[in-house]
Protein backbone atom coordinates (compact mmCIF):
# COMPACT_ATOMS: atom_id res chain seq x y z
CA UNK A 1 0.00 0.00 0.00
CA UNK A 2 2.86 2.24 1.07
CA UNK A 3 4.09 1.52 -3.09
CA UNK A 4 0.99 2.64 -4.24
CA UNK A 5 0.29 6.32 -2.57
CA UNK A 6 4.22 6.75 -3.51
CA UNK A 7 3.18 6.42 -6.84
CA UNK A 8 0.37 9.10 -6.99
CA UNK A 9 3.26 11.30 -6.18
CA UNK A 10 2.04 12.20 -2.23
CA UNK A 11 4.63 13.66 0.40
CA UNK A 12 5.94 11.06 3.17
CA UNK A 13 4.03 12.56 5.91
CA UNK A 14 0.51 12.77 4.19
CA UNK A 15 1.41 8.52 2.86
CA UNK A 16 2.24 7.71 6.55
CA UNK A 17 -1.20 9.28 7.69
CA UNK A 18 -3.17 7.46 4.91
CA UNK A 19 -1.88 4.35 6.21
CA UNK A 20 -1.87 4.79 10.09
CA UNK A 21 -5.72 6.03 9.24
CA UNK A 22 -5.98 3.07 7.39
CA UNK A 23 -4.73 0.66 10.44
CA UNK A 24 -6.77 2.62 12.39
CA UNK A 25 -10.47 1.14 10.69
CA UNK A 26 -9.27 -1.90 10.38
CA UNK A 27 -7.98 -2.08 14.27
CA UNK A 28 -11.90 -1.02 14.77
CA UNK A 29 -14.27 -3.06 11.96
CA UNK A 30 -12.24 -6.33 13.05
CA UNK A 31 -12.16 -5.87 16.78
CA UNK A 32 -15.69 -4.95 16.86
CA UNK A 33 -16.56 -7.99 15.13
CA UNK A 34 -14.05 -9.57 17.27
CA UNK A 35 -15.17 -8.13 20.30
CA UNK A 36 -18.86 -9.00 19.35
CA UNK A 37 -18.22 -12.65 19.17
CA UNK A 38 -16.03 -12.71 22.23
CA UNK A 39 -19.16 -11.33 23.98
CA UNK A 40 -21.55 -13.51 22.31
CA UNK A 41 -19.56 -16.38 23.57
CA UNK A 42 -19.30 -15.25 27.40
CA UNK A 43 -22.88 -15.00 27.31
CA UNK A 44 -23.46 -18.72 25.86
CA UNK A 45 -20.95 -19.88 28.56
CA UNK A 46 -22.72 -18.03 31.48
CA UNK A 47 -26.60 -19.60 30.06
CA UNK A 48 -25.02 -22.72 30.01
CA UNK A 49 -24.23 -22.25 34.12
CA UNK A 50 -27.59 -21.26 34.54
CA UNK A 51 -26.83 -17.49 35.17
CA UNK A 52 -30.16 -15.42 34.94
CA UNK A 53 -30.90 -13.94 31.67
CA UNK A 54 -30.91 -10.51 32.74
CA UNK A 55 -27.27 -10.94 34.66
CA UNK A 56 -25.90 -12.37 31.53
CA UNK A 57 -27.47 -9.96 29.06
CA UNK A 58 -25.63 -6.86 30.61
CA UNK A 59 -22.64 -8.89 31.73
CA UNK A 60 -22.12 -9.80 28.10
CA UNK A 61 -22.53 -6.03 27.08
CA UNK A 62 -20.70 -4.81 29.46
CA UNK A 63 -18.06 -7.16 28.15
CA UNK A 64 -18.66 -5.54 24.58
CA UNK A 65 -18.56 -2.32 25.89
CA UNK A 66 -15.10 -2.31 28.04
CA UNK A 67 -13.20 -3.89 24.54
CA UNK A 68 -14.80 -1.39 22.32
CA UNK A 69 -13.07 1.15 24.32
CA UNK A 70 -9.94 -0.58 24.48
CA UNK A 71 -9.96 -1.06 20.73
CA UNK A 72 -10.57 2.76 20.23
CA UNK A 73 -7.54 3.79 22.37
CA UNK A 74 -5.25 1.24 20.27
CA UNK A 75 -6.71 2.74 17.30
CA UNK A 76 -6.04 6.91 18.32
CA UNK A 77 -2.55 5.07 19.21
CA UNK A 78 -2.02 4.20 15.71
CA UNK A 79 -2.75 8.02 14.70
CA UNK A 80 -0.38 8.80 17.41
CA UNK A 81 -2.18 10.22 19.69
CA UNK A 82 -0.49 9.60 22.63
CA UNK A 83 -3.32 7.31 25.29
CA UNK A 84 -1.97 8.58 28.24
CA UNK A 85 -4.22 11.99 28.06
CA UNK A 86 -7.32 10.44 26.34
CA UNK A 87 -6.76 7.38 29.80
CA UNK A 88 -6.65 10.44 32.12
CA UNK A 89 -9.55 11.93 30.34
CA UNK A 90 -12.21 9.26 30.65
CA UNK A 91 -10.74 8.09 34.29
CA UNK A 92 -12.13 11.64 34.94
CA UNK A 93 -15.40 11.39 32.68
CA UNK A 94 -15.87 8.20 34.45
CA UNK A 95 -15.29 9.30 37.44
CA UNK A 96 -17.95 13.36 37.11
CA UNK A 97 -20.64 10.41 35.43
CA UNK A 98 -20.12 7.90 38.74
CA UNK A 99 -20.96 11.04 40.96
CA UNK A 100 -23.59 12.22 38.86
CA UNK A 101 -25.48 8.63 39.27
CA UNK A 102 -24.55 7.60 42.40
CA UNK A 103 -28.44 6.04 42.98
CA UNK A 104 -28.39 4.67 39.16
CA UNK A 105 -25.25 2.85 40.57
CA UNK A 106 -26.50 1.99 43.91
CA UNK A 107 -29.51 0.27 41.87
CA UNK A 108 -27.63 -1.29 39.56
CA UNK A 109 -25.20 -2.92 42.15
CA UNK A 110 -27.85 -4.19 44.47
CA UNK A 111 -29.79 -5.33 41.13
CA UNK A 112 -27.04 -7.57 40.67
CA UNK A 113 -26.70 -8.84 43.99
CA UNK A 114 -30.42 -9.68 44.03
CA UNK A 115 -29.98 -11.75 40.83
CA UNK A 116 -27.10 -13.50 41.72
CA UNK A 117 -28.00 -14.14 45.47
CA UNK A 118 -31.77 -14.88 44.67
CA UNK A 119 -33.04 -13.67 48.42
CA UNK A 120 -36.49 -14.03 46.53
CA UNK A 121 -37.84 -15.07 42.97
CA UNK A 122 -40.84 -13.94 40.76
CA UNK A 123 -44.26 -15.46 42.23
CA UNK A 124 -42.73 -14.83 45.82
CA UNK A 125 -44.80 -12.98 48.02
CA UNK A 126 -42.33 -10.78 49.71
CA UNK A 127 -41.71 -7.39 52.26
CA UNK A 128 -38.68 -5.57 50.81
CA UNK A 129 -38.32 -1.58 50.68
CA UNK A 130 -41.37 -1.31 53.40
CA UNK A 131 -43.81 -2.55 50.82
CA UNK A 132 -45.97 -6.08 50.73
CA UNK A 133 -45.91 -7.63 47.53
CA UNK A 134 -46.10 -10.70 44.89
CA UNK A 135 -42.62 -10.22 43.08
CA UNK A 136 -43.74 -9.94 39.23
CA UNK A 137 -40.57 -9.31 38.32
CA UNK A 138 -36.89 -8.57 39.15
CA UNK A 139 -34.73 -5.96 36.87
CA UNK A 140 -31.33 -4.47 37.09
CA UNK A 141 -32.42 -1.30 38.11
CA UNK A 142 -35.94 -2.04 39.98
CA UNK A 143 -37.86 -4.84 41.36
CA UNK A 144 -41.42 -4.75 40.38
CA UNK A 145 -43.97 -5.44 43.04
CA UNK A 146 -47.99 -6.43 42.87
CA UNK A 147 -49.62 -5.80 45.65
CA UNK A 148 -52.74 -7.61 47.28
CA UNK A 149 -55.39 -5.27 45.77
CA UNK A 150 -53.33 -5.55 42.62
CA UNK A 151 -51.77 -2.37 42.42
CA UNK A 152 -48.48 -2.45 40.76
CA UNK A 153 -45.13 -0.99 42.75
CA UNK A 154 -41.79 -0.37 41.02
CA UNK A 155 -39.17 -0.71 43.73
CA UNK A 156 -35.93 0.68 43.35
CA UNK A 157 -33.00 -2.03 43.83
CA UNK A 158 -30.77 -0.07 46.07
CA UNK A 159 -33.96 0.63 48.58
CA UNK A 160 -34.54 -3.45 48.96
CA UNK A 161 -30.97 -4.07 49.36
CA UNK A 162 -31.00 -1.26 52.23
CA UNK A 163 -33.17 -3.07 54.30
CA UNK A 164 -34.26 -6.62 55.58
CA UNK A 165 -36.47 -8.75 53.00
CA UNK A 166 -39.09 -10.93 54.43
CA UNK A 167 -39.81 -13.62 52.26
CA UNK A 168 -42.88 -15.28 53.00
CA UNK A 169 -43.05 -18.49 50.50
CA UNK A 170 -39.32 -19.39 50.76
CA UNK A 171 -39.96 -21.98 53.26
CA UNK A 172 -43.24 -23.69 51.35
CA UNK A 173 -45.13 -23.04 54.51
CA UNK A 174 -46.32 -20.51 57.05
CA UNK A 175 -47.99 -20.11 60.52
CA UNK A 176 -51.47 -18.74 60.84
CA UNK A 177 -52.71 -17.12 64.36
CA UNK A 178 -55.70 -16.88 65.71
CA UNK A 179 -56.45 -15.16 68.87
CA UNK A 180 -59.73 -15.76 70.12
CA UNK A 181 -61.56 -14.85 73.94
CA UNK A 182 -64.29 -16.89 76.11
CA UNK A 183 -66.22 -15.99 79.22
CA UNK A 184 -64.77 -16.17 82.65
CA UNK A 185 -67.29 -18.94 83.39
CA UNK A 186 -66.63 -21.19 80.43
CA UNK A 187 -64.31 -23.86 80.80
CA UNK A 188 -61.24 -23.55 79.02
CA UNK A 189 -60.60 -27.75 78.19
CA UNK A 190 -63.81 -28.10 76.23
CA UNK A 191 -63.11 -24.69 74.24
CA UNK A 192 -59.36 -25.88 73.46
CA UNK A 193 -60.92 -29.23 72.52
CA UNK A 194 -63.59 -28.02 70.23
CA UNK A 195 -60.52 -26.18 68.75
CA UNK A 196 -58.36 -29.07 68.19
CA UNK A 197 -61.09 -31.14 66.44
CA UNK A 198 -61.52 -28.07 63.76
CA UNK A 199 -57.63 -29.01 63.34
CA UNK A 200 -58.68 -32.64 62.32
CA UNK A 201 -61.21 -31.86 60.25
CA UNK A 202 -59.52 -29.30 57.78
CA UNK A 203 -56.70 -31.53 56.17
CA UNK A 204 -55.40 -27.86 55.02
CA UNK A 205 -54.02 -27.60 58.39
CA UNK A 206 -50.69 -29.85 58.60
CA UNK A 207 -49.61 -32.51 61.28
CA UNK A 208 -46.14 -31.78 61.24
CA UNK A 209 -45.56 -29.43 62.91
CA UNK A 210 -48.63 -29.60 64.69
CA UNK A 211 -50.96 -27.02 65.77
CA UNK A 212 -51.85 -26.43 69.36
CA UNK A 213 -53.99 -24.12 71.13
CA UNK A 214 -53.16 -22.66 74.28
CA UNK A 215 -54.19 -19.53 77.18
CA UNK A 216 -52.55 -16.69 75.93
CA UNK A 217 -53.68 -14.21 78.74
CA UNK A 218 -56.73 -13.04 81.34
CA UNK A 219 -58.06 -9.77 79.77
CA UNK A 220 -60.75 -7.49 81.62
CA UNK A 221 -63.96 -9.45 80.11
CA UNK A 222 -62.45 -12.62 78.77
CA UNK A 223 -59.51 -15.13 78.85
CA UNK A 224 -57.87 -15.51 75.15
CA UNK A 225 -56.41 -18.62 74.00
CA UNK A 226 -54.13 -18.17 71.03
CA UNK A 227 -54.45 -20.99 68.02
CA UNK A 228 -51.39 -21.66 65.90
CA UNK A 229 -51.20 -23.91 63.11
CA UNK A 230 -48.83 -24.56 59.81
CA UNK A 231 -50.40 -24.75 56.69
CA UNK A 232 -48.69 -24.19 52.69
CA UNK A 233 -47.96 -20.93 51.84
CA UNK A 234 -50.58 -20.57 49.58
CA UNK A 235 -52.99 -21.40 51.60
CA UNK A 236 -52.46 -19.04 54.24
CA UNK A 237 -55.29 -16.68 53.80
CA UNK A 238 -58.33 -18.86 53.20
CA UNK A 239 -57.40 -21.34 55.69
CA UNK A 240 -57.35 -18.72 58.53
CA UNK A 241 -60.87 -16.83 57.41
CA UNK A 242 -62.28 -20.29 57.61
CA UNK A 243 -60.79 -21.36 60.72
CA UNK A 244 -61.93 -18.43 62.95
CA UNK A 245 -65.06 -18.79 61.26
CA UNK A 246 -65.70 -22.59 62.35
CA UNK A 247 -64.29 -21.63 65.77
CA UNK A 248 -66.98 -19.36 66.27
CA UNK A 249 -69.52 -21.55 64.82
CA UNK A 250 -68.23 -24.47 66.72
CA UNK A 251 -68.42 -21.97 70.40
CA UNK A 252 -71.85 -20.79 69.75
CA UNK A 253 -73.02 -24.57 69.51
CA UNK A 254 -70.85 -25.97 72.61
CA UNK A 255 -72.51 -23.47 74.46
CA UNK A 256 -69.18 -21.06 74.80
CA UNK A 257 -69.59 -17.50 75.45
CA UNK A 258 -67.06 -14.97 72.98
CA UNK A 259 -67.54 -12.05 75.12
CA UNK A 260 -67.68 -8.55 74.47
CA UNK A 261 -66.00 -5.45 77.04
CA UNK A 262 -68.57 -5.20 79.94
CA UNK A 263 -68.72 -2.84 83.09
CA UNK A 264 -70.52 -3.30 86.04
CA UNK A 265 -71.94 -0.13 87.74
CA UNK A 266 -72.71 0.39 90.95
CA UNK A 267 -74.99 3.20 92.62
CA UNK A 268 -74.00 4.75 95.59
CA UNK A 269 -76.50 7.10 97.55
CA UNK A 270 -78.13 8.20 94.54
CA UNK A 271 -74.81 8.55 92.42
CA UNK A 272 -73.89 6.43 89.15
CA UNK A 273 -69.73 5.07 89.86
CA UNK A 274 -67.79 2.51 87.65
Known sequence: MHDLLARLHLSEDVIQLITNLVSALLILLVGIWLAARAANIAQRAMRRANLDSTLSGFLRNLINGVLIVLLVVMALQQLGIPSAPLIAALSTAGLAIGLALQGSLSNLAWGVLLIVFRPFRVGD????????????????MHTVLVLPDNREAVVPNGKIGADAIINFNRRGTRRLELKVGIGYKDDIGKAMNAVQQLFAADPRILRDPAPGVWTDSLGESAVYLVVRAFVRSGDIWATQTDL???????????????????????????????
Request: glycine letters at 10%; a negative charge; proline letters at 4%.
Open 244 to 274: LRAIKERFEAEGIRIPFPQRELTVVQGRLVD
Open 125 to 140: FIHAGGIDGTVESVNL
